[in-house]
């Protein structure tokens, strides 16, 4: 084995309210095995837990690959000993209350598409490569199958579903399920600090609450989706930081958030 194959297959670190988490199999194109999903899982839980943490960056290391989708070596090999496929039955990113941008360079198919869909934002270098080519290895795609065609327009999700194709990052950024394109990786992650930053900029309150109305809305029809805004709208406006935010911009200051 090599170096990089005893290396941690996910890489957790914090900074200035941020959490970043590394897709860390870089000699596997960050493909998907039970160390890497576990890991994933393992850091989206610690990065909620988390009170200082109020945005979660998810890279994929080594310039080759976001994620190449599922392990096929492993499952090949799983297949061959008789064993059975894990079920994963808790989406823990789908779940996750905090905003989480996704940062991809290189390729991002199958299972590793399925993982930046179910993130909040999208940056992608001009060289990535985005599709769902399972049926052409007589699998079946999971999330994407329900999710792809909520983002993208539904002939779009079709033609990655049915035919296995791979789009370009021009053109995932065209149909909109990109929503920032960079000449490279350099680019790419100071275009993920600067939407970071951003997000800092909001009262985590209320960006935690419009991010479970939007998920949580866009499967209802309209009134239900009203009802449920207004009843958080009703109880963010019983906090500190409701008050802070027009002081902060009647005083010329910066909102000092208090998440109360």
Same mark, same amino acid.
């Given at each position: 084995?090599?170096?990089?194959?005893?290396?941690?297959?996910?890489?957790?670190?914090?900074?200035?309210?941020?959490?970043?988490?590394? &897709?860390? @199999?870089?000699? #596997?194109?960050?493909? /998907?095995?039970?160390? +890497?999903?576990? !890991?994933?899982?393992?850091? &989206?839980? @610690?990065?909620? #837990?988390?009170?200082? /943490?109020?945005?979660? +960056?998810?890279? !994929?290391?080594?310039?080759?690959?976001?994620?190449?989708?599922?392990?096929?070596?492993?499952?090949?090999?799983?297949?061959?000993?008789?064993?059975?496929?894990?079920?994963?039955?808790?989406?823990?990113?789908?779940?996750?209350?905090?905003?989480?941008?996704?940062?991809?360079?290189?390729?991002?198919?199958?299972?590793?598409?399925?993982?930046?869909?179910?993130?909040?934002?999208?940056?992608?270098?001009?060289?990535?490569?985005?599709?769902?080519?399972?049926?052409?290895?007589?699998?079946?795609?999971?999330?994407?199958?329900?999710?792809?065609?909520?983002?993208?327009?539904?002939?779009?999700?079709?033609?990655?579903?049915?035919?296995?194709?791979?789009?370009?990052?021009?053109?995932?950024?065209?149909?909109?399920?990109?929503?920032?394109?960079?000449?490279?990786?350099?680019?790419?992650?100071?275009?993920?600090?600067?939407?970071?930053?951003?997000?800092?900029?909001?009262?985590?309150?209320?960006?935690?609450?419009?991010?479970?109305?939007?998920?949580?809305?866009?499967?209802?029809?309209?009134?239900?989706?009203?009802?449920?805004?207004?009843?958080?709208?009703?109880?963010?406006?019983?906090?500190?930081?409701?008050?802070?935010?027009?002081?902060?911009?009647?005083?010329?200051?910066?909102?000092?958030?208090?998440?109360?």
């Amino acid at each position: 084995m090599s170096k990089e194959e005893f290396a941690p297959a996910v890489i957790y670190e914090t900074r200035d309210r941020k959490a970043y988490i590394t &897709l860390n @199999r870089p000699h #596997a194109m960050n493909a /998907i095995n039970n160390a +890497l999903r576990d !890991g994933l899982d393992e850091s &989206l839980r @610690r990065a909620e #837990a988390d009170d200082d /943490i109020l945005v979660i +960056l998810l890279i !994929g290391a080594g310039g080759r690959a976001f994620c190449a989708g599922m392990d096929l070596k492993e499952r090949a090999k799983n297949d061959s000993s008789g064993g059975t496929v894990r079920i994963k039955r808790e989406d823990v990113l789908n779940g996750c209350k905090k905003p989480v941008i996704a940062a991809i360079d290189g390729y991002c198919v199958a299972g590793g598409m399925e993982i930046a869909m179910r993130c909040d934002i999208r940056v992608a270098t001009a060289k990535s490569q985005f599709g769902m080519p399972e049926p052409r290895r007589g699998l079946m795609s999971s999330t994407a199958l329900h999710n792809l065609s909520r983002q993208i327009p539904l002939g779009e999700a079709m033609l990655l579903h049915l035919t296995g194709r791979s789009i370009t990052a021009q053109r995932a950024y065209e149909i909109g399920f990109i929503q920032v394109l960079a000449p490279d990786r350099e680019a790419m992650m100071r275009e993920m600090e600067a939407l970071a930053e951003d997000v800092l900029l909001c009262a985590p309150l209320n960006v935690q609450a419009i991010k479970y109305i939007v998920k949580t809305g866009r499967n209802l029809p309209i009134e239900y989706s009203w009802k449920i805004g207004d009843l958080i709208d009703t109880d963010i406006n019983k906090t500190e930081d409701r008050k802070e935010g027009p002081l902060a911009f009647a005083e010329k200051r910066k909102p000092n958030w208090k998440m109360r």
